[in-house]
């Protein structure tokens, strides 16, 4: 069975961004509103998710063994700093007139009604989500960062390094799953997690779609065309969920683990490319 890699590091990097950023357009992904869109609708769903994210593993710190739990702790460190920079993205776009707060709040309902379900269901629910950004974060560092080449470049580097970094821990979530159900059949452990895919996949994508649709009215884009450009921008070129299709499928085979997609000469190239390969 895969297992994560013996050399693979979850550094913390206490990195800062767009805190002097006076060249921040309100659609700053090359003037249009598509990608602007997508991105801000992403980002929306990363301060209440990161959170969640860091609460559902946390639970489970004291219930393995020393090498995952100072995984853990590196998992927790990273994505308490998404959670930072992302809520300072965010306000940029607030900034620019955008109701984010109504976005924001949006995801916050949708886990505070996860957070009653039972410790596995939420660790489950993580794993999923987990493998969500760990492929579109797969993606984005095998294009060398061409995805962000009409972004401003403070843009383009936060979401390079939040890749980078959910590359680095995307196997923490499902190994601390795997070893908190230990003890179940693999039948149970193989039902849960799929259910708990199909159910994020879905919640995601409407969260996802009713935050886009919010911008767009806010742009006054409404009607067919706007939504036949965004699904040319997420099927057609660049087909960013075009190109994330088939990862998002292996979850569903047996025996699945996130490292099966070995994508340690993306991670190494794009950690050159920002210079923080020695940042620890």
């Given at each position: 069975m895969t297992t994560t890699p013996p050399d693979i590091a979850i550094p913390l990097r206490d990195?800062?961004?767009h805190r002097d950023c006076a060249d921040h357009p309100r659609w700053w992904h090359g003037g249009d509103p598509v990608p602007t869109a997508f991105f801000n609708a992403l980002s929306c769903t990363f301060p209440a998710g990161e959170k969640f994210f860091m609460d559902s593993v946390r639970h489970y710190r004291r219930s393995v063994d020393p090498a995952l739990q100072a995984q853990i702790g590196g998992f927790i460190a990273q994505e308490a700093v998404h959670s930072r920079e992302h809520a300072t993205f965010n306000k940029l776009a607030a900034d620019s007139g955008y109701n984010i707060a109504k976005l924001e709040s949006r995801t916050k309902r949708v886990l505070d009604f996860a957070r009653t379900r039972a410790r596995e269901h939420q660790l489950a629910a993580t794993c999923a989500l987990e493998h969500f950004t760990a492929i579109l974060a797969?993606?984005?560092l095998a294009t060398d960062g061409h995805d962000f080449d009409a972004a401003p470049a403070e843009a383009a580097r936060l979401w390079s390094w939040h890749a980078i970094e959910e590359v680095e821990h995307k196997a923490v979530a499902f190994?601390?799953?795997l070893a908190v159900t230990a003890h179940w059949s693999a039948p149970r452990r193989y039902a849960l997690r799929v259910r708990a895919m199909i159910l994020a996949t879905i919640i995601l994508m409407t969260t996802m779609g009713a935050n886009m649709r919010d911008l767009f009215r806010?742009?006054?884009l409404r009607g067919p065309r706007v939504w036949m450009r965004t699904m040319g921008f997420l099927f057609g070129r660049p087909?960013?969920?075009r190109r994330v299709t088939l990862p998002w499928l292996s979850y569903f085979r047996p025996g699945?683990?996130?490292w099966q997609?070995?994508?340690r000469t993306a991670l190494v190239r794009a950690q050159k490319r920002l210079g923080i390969e020695a940042v620890a």
């Open positions: 990195l800062r961004f797969q993606e984005l190994d601390t799953f806010e742009d006054g087909g960013i969920l699945f683990h996130p997609h070995d994508d």
